[in-house]
């Protein structure tokens, strides 16, 4: 398996890799909402590779997409020290300690880009990502209440922050 970051030919199969985890329903988009073209995908990943404080880093196992981080630096003096991540493993590659080798790449480059502060929000019953996070440094920085609607329910968000 290899760690990299994203390229642009990997447009297509990165969409595709966004729609196959949406249907884990631990996203924040509904099976099937996601709509993303290869064309849109290409555009949204070269605007990411332009900014210099965000990237998308992806695992890949014998040419296939299984999983990524997505690392969203603040776009102002103020907040470019600081990034939201998003973390995504095919369902199938789950338990394998993929990751936490996706995440210790995130710190290695973050801190290369002079990243400070790292966060990401999780849905509250998602207790194994919860447990990974807070293994990984992560620490729980409040509560968001009925912050998403799923299956007609309203679920809560926990924020999550690391110092660098």
């Not at 605007?47 to 965000?54: P, V």
């Not at 801190?111 to 620490?139: C, H, M, P, Q």
């Not at 409040?142 to 309203?154: A, F, R």
């Amino acid at each position: 398996m290899i760690i990299r970051q994203i390229r642009l030919e990997d447009a297509e199969q990165f969409a595709n890799l966004l729609v196959s985890i949406d249907a884990s329903n631990m996203m924040l988009y509904d099976p099937g909402e996601r709509k993303t073209s290869q064309e849109q995908e290409e555009k949204r990943i070269e605007a990411i590779l332009l900014q210099g404080n965000s990237t998308i880093i992806v695992a890949e196992d014998n040419d296939r997409l299984i999983g990524y981080i997505i690392i969203l630096g603040g776009t102002s003096n103020r907040n470019r020290h600081s990034a939201y991540i998003v973390c995504g493993i095919l369902e199938d590659y789950r338990g394998q300690g993929i990751a936490v080798r996706l995440f210790k790449e995130a710190f290695r480059w973050a801190k290369e880009v002079s990243i400070t502060r790292l966060s990401l929000t999780v849905i509250d019953y998602n207790e194994r990502a919860t447990k990974l996070y807070k293994k990984l440094g992560f620490e729980v920085e409040g509560e968001k209440n009925h912050s998403l609607v799923i299956n007609g329910q309203p679920v809560n968000e926990l924020y999550l922050y690391k110092l660098l």
